[in-house]
């Protein structure tokens, strides 16, 4: 069976789109990288890939909000191949800033259709400063493809605009529909309850993903691609010195590379 294709978008600022695909690859996709542009002049070339990732980063600087002049350039350009590459089986993942395009598309969560208007928001942290920290997360039980099998994770942030907000009658559809995907925890596995640093941003109901109702297109603050080796944990000093002691052995991959692995085998 021919592996799985996955497309990362990159140009005007985005900065993780090589880490995204070598994730990607790493989970056993084909990967290519392409400047939005590219794909503007080609759109037929979006249908080529099983999977379309929006990576981390700042598109034109956040300069116009986050996520939101990127989403503008997909709007006026690309919104029917994205709506019939959405309406086909296929999957897309938004990762911190490609959260916030897939938000200012319309994408997510699509309670009421993909690409209509911007149902929910991510502003400004908290505590008005960019957080960029580990956090722990729990894995609530929703239709998503990214998330299957999994209980619980602990991946960085990195971002000055994470704080999602949702007014109440569409925040009571996406709980009440479960499309709530991840929450920010304390180490312990228990909520945060908006308490920082364990919620970095002080997200409503300390949400830090959702996914569609479809379960195959998901927006996500933490980073998965910088956690899939077990040597990018922040505590792999003191784990590698405790199983030396203890006498048991280390994985060479870490828990963000299930993230990955997910989208590939929804395709195996």
Same mark, same amino acid.
Not at 79 to 85: I, L
Not at 247 to 251: D, F, Q, R, V
């Given at each position: 069976?021919?592996?799985?294709r996955a497309?990362i978008?990159?140009g005007?600022g985005?900065n993780c ?5 070598f994730?990607? &690859?790493?989970a056993?996709a084909?990967s ?7 794909i503007?002049?080609s759109?037929?070339?979006l249908?080529?890939y099983?999977?379309?990732?929006f990576?981390?980063g700042?598109a034109?600087g956040?300069d116009?909000?986050?996520?939101k002049?990127?989403?503008n350039?997909?709007k006026n350009n690309l ?7 959405i309406e086909k089986d ?6 911190? &800033?490609?959260f916030?395009?897939?938000?200012n598309l319309g994408i ?5 259709g ?6 929910i928001?991510?502003?400004?942290n908290?505590?008005?400063r ?5 956090v722990d997360? &729990?894995?609530?039980d929703?239709p ?5 099998d999994i209980e ?8 000055g605009?994470g704080?999602?907000i949702?007014q109440d ?9 479960s ?9 312990d596995?228990?909520?945060?309850d ?5 919620n970095p ?8 993903a959702v996914c569609?109702r479809?379960g ?6 933490p ?7 077990f040597?990018?944990r922040?505590?792999?000093?003191y ?7 203890e ?5 060479e991959e870490?828990e963000g590379l299930?993230?990955?692995k997910n989208?590939v085998?929804y395709?195996?």
């Open positions: 069976m021919p592996k799985p497309l978008l990159t005007y985005i789109e090589e880490e995204t695909a994730a990607f &690859n790493k056993g084909v290519s990288v392409m400047h939005i542009n590219e503007i002049d759109p037929g070339t249908f080529n099983q999977i379309f990732a990576p981390g700042f034109y956040d116009t909000g986050a996520g002049a990127m989403a350039k997909i919104s029917e191949e994205f709506r019939a590459f296929k999957l897309i993942l938004g990762i911190c &800033n490609g916030q395009v897939m938000v997510l969560p699509a309670m009421d993909v690409l209509t208007k911007a149902e928001s991510l502003e400004y908290r505590t008005f960019y957080e960029c920290r580990w997360l &729990n894995i609530a929703s998503s493809v990214f998330t299957k619980s994770m602990r991946m960085p942030v990195a971002h605009e704080n999602f949702a009658e569409i925040l009571s559809r996406i709980e009440k529909n499309l709530v995907a991840m929450r920010y925890s304390k180490p596995g228990s909520r945060a908006g308490e920082f640093p364990y941003n002080g997200s409503i109901n300390d949400i830090a569609d479809s195959r297109m998901m927006g996500m603050m980073h998965p691609e910088r956690n899939i080796l040597t990018q922040d505590d792999w000093t784990l590698k010195e405790k199983a030396k002691r006498g048991y052995s280390l994985p870490s299930m993230i990955f989208a085998k395709f195996m």
